[in-house]
């Protein structure tokens, strides 16, 4: 991997965790719906043109019914889920439970799509879901409010729904760019909440700061963040670029103790340790087998 490679992907990892981050700082000001409504419509008016500028405008187009399955159960939906749980847990604990959804991506595709998983990475699973419920479990964890074990587990929800919808565009959007199918479901969804963030919008105005934070999550972590993404994705594959799943929720938890004064006990740290190792086992990353050079 090249050293601005490696650069861009230390970056994407301080966007994306950070995240996290401003989503438990900001939604308490604006509410779930309309911070949601706020960062997937800049995101858009920043993807919408770029797709336009290559003429890749037209393949919203190919698939509208599976790019609205997309757009609400896939996108609108876990995005309102977490910003909701953003009121009752912190940061570290979102990012970390949400590093699961490659982990339930894989249980997804072995019962549903015949692709087997093997034991390393069935072991992954387990060790992974071990962690998930260290975490959760013996008081290890400083719940924001009363509804933080009802948060925990719509946290939960959205990586197994996010783990579902990655199978689904893998199947159904195959031959389209990505970055289309990104862009139309997150104006789709923004679309689609509008009534509902006017509906809860905040009766007293959110400040300067909260909408810098909004700002964030739309111009930096969805916007250009994913620009990145799929820029990494042409330039170092998959794999390399997967590693970002494991460096965001670190950057969520050390940020969220600077800017949010977040506690990091070692139990945190130890469930968090556990729970990337069992995702990694279980995408194949570790423990693979490795093709002999050619002699």
């Known amino acids: 991997m090249r050293a601005r490679d490696l650069i861009e992907l230390l970056l994407l990892s301080v966007?994306?965790?950070g995240a996290y981050l401003f989503t438990r700082a900001a939604v308490p000001a604006f509410g779930p719906a309309p911070l949601v409504v706020l960062r997937f419509a800049i995101a858009a008016a920043i993807l919408l043109p770029i797709l336009a500028h290559r003429g890749r405008l037209s393949q919203l187009r190919q698939h509208p019914r599976q790019l609205l399955i997309v757009a609400l159960p896939f996108t609108?939906?876990?995005?309102v889920l977490l910003s909701w749980s953003a009121l009752h847990i912190g940061a570290g604990l979102l990012a970390v439970l949400n590093a699961?959804?490659?982990?339930?991506a894989g249980i997804v595709a072995h019962f549903f799509y015949k692709d087997r998983l093997g034991a390393t990475r069935a072991a992954g699973l387990a060790v992974g879901l071990a962690g998930v419920a260290w975490l959760v479990s013996g008081g290890n964890l400083a719940l924001k409010?009363?509804?933080?074990?009802?948060?925990?587990?719509a946290v939960m929800l959205v990586s197994v729904t996010w783990s579902v919808g990655a199978n689904y565009t893998r199947r159904h959007f195959g031959d389209v760019d990505p970055m289309v199918t990104t862009a139309g479901s997150l104006a789709l969804a923004s679309l689609a909440l509008a009534p509902l963030a006017w509906a809860t919008w905040p009766a007293e105005p959110p400040s300067a700061r909260a909408w810098a934070e909004v700002g964030f999550l739309g111009?930096?972590?969805s916007?250009?963040?994913m620009l990145m993404y799929f820029r990494l994705l042409a330039r170092i594959g998959a794999v390399r670029a997967m590693s970002v799943t494991f460096l965001s929720p670190v950057v969520a938890i050390v940020s969220g103790a600077l800017y949010l004064g977040e506690a990091i006990s070692l139990a945190v740290i130890g469930g968090t340790?556990?729970?990337l190792f069992g995702t990694a086992l279980s995408l194949g990353l570790i423990g693979r087998r490795r093709?002999?050079?050619a002699t």
């Open 15 to 17: 966007l994306w965790g």
């Open 76 to 79: 609108a939906l876990p995005f």
């Open 100 to 104: 699961t959804a490659p982990m339930f």
């Open 145 to 153: 409010t009363g509804d933080g074990a009802l948060a925990l587990a």
């Open 219 to 221: 111009v930096a972590s």
């Open 223 to 225: 916007g250009l963040g």
């Open 273 to 275: 340790a556990v729970v």
């Open 291 to 293: 093709t002999p050079p």
